[in-house]
């Protein structure tokens, strides 16, 4: 089985790739994978395969659902109890 593979080069912001590495990394795939799971998808629905809105996640939102499914994968890691969780969010 021969495949036909050619190279794509693009430019973006370095904090833009790292925070992408490090979320498809806990997905357990590369960029590459992600880049051409969204080319198939946007191929097969003819458009871009999710609704592009002004409303986005900041890099705190985004950390904190990456270390919540780190905790999830990781039941032997340390985490907050009732009363911690409770003083952390009363700060």
Not at 9 to 25: E, H, M, N, P
Not at 54 to 75: C, D, P, Y
Request: aromatic share 8%; proline share 1%.
């Amino acid at each position: 089985m021969s495949a036909n593979i050619t190279n794509v080069s693009f430019r973006i912001d370095s904090k833009l790739k790292s925070d992408a590495d490090a979320l498809f990394d806990s997905l357990g795939m590369n960029m590459t994978t992600a880049f051409n799971i969204f080319l198939r998808q946007s191929v097969r629905e003819g458009g871009i395969p999710f609704e592009i809105t002004t409303n986005t996640f900041n890099s705190e939102t985004i950390a904190s659902v990456l270390e919540a499914r780190e905790l999830m994968r990781n039941k032997n890691k340390a985490t907050y109890s009732v009363e911690e969780a409770l003083k952390e969010l009363k700060r």
